[in-house]
């Protein structure tokens, strides 16, 4: 099975920089996701990893090591608008290559 | 584009009747779609896969009599919850894969966004 574990909460300041940990256990995947939601609505997709090393978007990085079965998320110059869930998540290589979502991590941007 | 809608967005039920909750992909074909179950300050659970075609493929711990899934097209799948009660309540997401953007299938594809999620539906059971 897989098992993903995020921190629960995280509070940083707005203009920060924030480190999102995801460690995981799993039986093989083809890759690390990471996904935000706010209160209410719908995961969106941020950034991908099907390889070890950083993958930058814009504010958002991800970061992957398959060797210590770690991943990470890095915000710049947080916003306020970042407040949210954030989750990691694998694509199985099971049958139906399904999306198994970690923990999740709430971030709280304050002033 | 890649756009899935659900419907309703939310729902309010007596205890023992069903609610019909339905996922649809508007500009993609999706072989596959996936729901999901959230409660309050919890991670997405996948409760089961959804087949164009042919039956679910249900999570463990979920009750395939209780929540009914139907594929029926490419572009419809539904999810019913039957004899609702009070703990049923909750977020209910799906999502759909698009065929046309599988890098599992084209390793080419530099973008990997190839499940696309429904705005929720919040179902409240009296």
């Known amino acids: 099975g897989q098992s993903l574990e995020q921190p629960s909460e995280v509070t940083a300041v707005e203009g920060a920089i924030v480190q999102i940990n995801c460690t995981y256990q799993?039986?093989?995947?083809?890759?690390l996701s990471w996904y935000q939601q706010h209160d209410g609505g719908a995961p969106t997709f941020l950034s991908y990893?099907?390889?070890?090393g950083l993958e930058e978007t814009g504010r958002f990085s991800s970061f992957l090591s398959r060797s210590d079965s770690y991943g990470y998320l890095l915000l710049q110059e947080l916003q306020m608008k970042d407040s949210a869930s954030y989750f990691c998540?694998?694509?199985?290589?099971?049958?139906?290559?399904?999306?198994?979502f970690g923990t999740g991590t709430l971030l709280a941007v304050q002033p | 584009g890649a756009v899935v809608s659900q419907h309703p967005s939310w729902v309010i039920c007596k205890s023992g009747t069903s609610v019909k909750i339905e996922c649809r992909s508007l500009?993609?074909?999706?072989?596959?779609m996936f729901w999901y179950r959230q409660f309050p300050k919890q991670s997405l659970m996948l409760m089961a896969t959804?087949?164009?075609?042919?039956?679910?493929?249900?999570e463990q711990g979920v009750e395939k009599d209780k929540f009914l899934i139907n594929h029926a097209s490419l572009t419809l799948s539904t999810l019913t919850v039957t004899s609702a009660h009070p703990e049923d309540s909750s977020f209910y997401i799906c999502?759909?894969?698009?065929?046309?953007?599988?890098?599992?299938?084209?390793?080419?594809?530099?973008?990997?966004?190839?499940?696309?999620f429904g705005p929720g539906t919040r179902l409240t059971v009296l």
């Open positions: 999502s759909a894969r698009d065929l046309g953007r599988d890098p599992i299938r084209d390793p080419n594809l530099s973008s990997y966004n190839e499940q696309f």
């Open positions: 799993t039986s093989g995947f083809y890759g």
């Open positions: 990893n099907a390889l070890d």
């Open positions: 998540a694998v694509r199985d290589r099971g049958a139906t290559n399904k999306l198994i």
């Open positions: 500009d993609f074909q999706a072989t596959t």
């Open positions: 959804s087949n164009e075609g042919s039956k679910a493929t249900y």
